[in-house]
């Protein structure tokens, strides 16, 4: 009898029937409060029915429009309708299925669009799974182990993790960015540095957002150095942080922007976007792919921007963030294991540690299982697992997050009692 491969590794025991805005309902006839939204995916809520409606819509008129052989409509409207929301620069898109294969094709363009063969990485940094991008993903050994030999060319500069080693953010940014330029000195020269690519806020690392400083530190370096500064917005894109794109919290504009996750409530797509001039240097024909920009993920794209924009589910991302932020503060408060509450927007974590302020991933593993048992679904994150986040759909409203905050007291006393 064919079965699943055991190699799936699922966090909780649910199965999924239905999904209702920030809900998922079970086979077993409960309701969950899904503080994972498909790790961070449906941003409109599940099933919202403006997306829903697109998305039918365009199965009834044409479902695989291949982009490499003709153009379709809901591919035009969505060029048109990222054309509101991306920096002016970055008017030049293209499209794949997943945020992986984005991180690949920025790669590429990044190499092409410079000349120059290697790239720098942030530490804890996480960009997918296939080789390229398993090569730049340092979150997690998980994630790289008997996966080798990997790409060659990467580079690893810290990310400021004040947290981790007890210091304040500044002196965190000081030796981030030292470290960066002795990087440079020692072992990638900027001649041959095509990109550094960073996360504006670490995701699969632990939550951990940036901060102008650095990011405007990297930015000066690549301008000064004539390298590309690339920013995985997988995760923190489409209103998740509160601004539209993460790095608008740090008055930085990327070379390329990565995008994917949010922008279609579910449905694969993803993309990069960067100025004509840039793509220009890539040869047409060099990017590309069977599915890349499907007919219907476009139109769910166009239909989940114009909800995100009618909606303002980007303030509401701020608002909600900071009472679910107030809340998880509150716990941590009463509950010495969780070591520190950070994030930005509705992307926040709350870091486990034990009695010598290590690590510790038993207790958010046992705190996650019993969140499960409370009717909220939760993910862990961090090298060590030890990060429980909660990145809920846009939509919540102020008693889903009330709802959502009783549900981790719960859990939090349940697993640490
Ligand atoms: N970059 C970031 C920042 C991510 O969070 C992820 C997924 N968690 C990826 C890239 C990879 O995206 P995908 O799983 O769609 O390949």
Not at 96 to 106: I, L, P, Q
Not at 249 to 265: M, N, Q, R, Y
Not at 346 to 372: N, Y
């Amino acid at each position: 009898m064919t079965a699943l491969s055991p190699l799936l590794r699922q966090a909780t025991p649910v199965v999924a029937e239905r999904g209702e805005g920030p809900y998922l309902f079970g086979a077993d006839g409960r309701r969950y409060l899904d503080f994972t939204a498909g790790i961070g995916v449906t941003s409109t809520g599940h099933c919202h029915p403006k997306v829903v409606a697109a998305a039918q819509e365009q199965v009834g008129k044409l479902i695989h429009g291949q982009y490499t052989t003709v153009m379709h409509e809901p591919l035009r409207q969505l060029v048109a309708a990222l054309g509101e929301v991306l920096p002016p620069k970055l008017d030049s898109l293209f499209f794949m299925n997943s945020g992986s294969e984005a991180v690949e094709a920025a790669l590429r363009l990044a190499r092409m669009g410079t000349g120059r063969p290697n790239v720098i990485v942030c530490q804890g940094g996480f960009h997918g799974r296939t080789v390229a991008a398993a090569s730049m993903t340092t979150s997690g050994t998980r994630f790289r182990a008997g996966f080798a030999p990997l790409m060659a060319g990467v580079h690893v500069t810290p990310f400021p993790t004040a947290f981790r080693y007890g210091w304040d953010e500044e002196t965190a940014t000081r030796f981030a960015l030292k470290e960066f330029d002795y990087l440079l000195q020692t072992q990638t020269a900027p001649n041959d540095t095509a990109a550094v690519i960073v996360e504006p806020v670490l995701g699969e690392g632990g939550y951990i957002p940036a901060n102008t400083a650095f990011m405007q530190g990297l930015r000066e370096r690549a301008d000064r150095h004539g390298f590309l500064l690339v920013l995985d917005e997988v995760q923190t894109g489409v209103g998740r942080t509160g601004r539209f794109w993460g790095h608008d919290h740090f008055g930085v504009e990327p070379d390329i922007l990565i995008t994917a996750k949010g922008i279609a409530s579910g449905f694969p797509i993803s993309g990069i976007a960067a100025s004509e001039a840039l793509m220009r240097k890539a040869w047409p024909g060099s990017q590309g792919g069977t599915y890349g920009a499907n007919a219907v993920a476009c139109a769910a794209a166009v239909a989940t921007l114009e909800v995100v924009r009618e909606e303002k589910l980007v303030h509401n991302a701020e608002q909600m963030g900071q009472r679910l932020r107030a809340g998880l503060e509150s716990v941590a408060a009463d509950h010495p294991t969780i070591g520190d509450v950070r994030g930005l927007g509705l992307m926040l974590g709350s870091e486990f540690v034990d009695a010598d302020g290590e690590p510790d991933g038993k207790t958010a593993l046992r705190v996650q299982q019993a969140a499960v048992g409370e009717g909220l679904l939760l993910l862990l994150c961090g090298a060590a697992n030890n990060v429980v986040r909660m990145i809920p759909a846009l939509v919540v409203d102020e008693n889903v997050i009330d709802e959502g905050l009783r549900a981790w007291r719960a859990a939090v006393e349940a697993g640490t009692s």
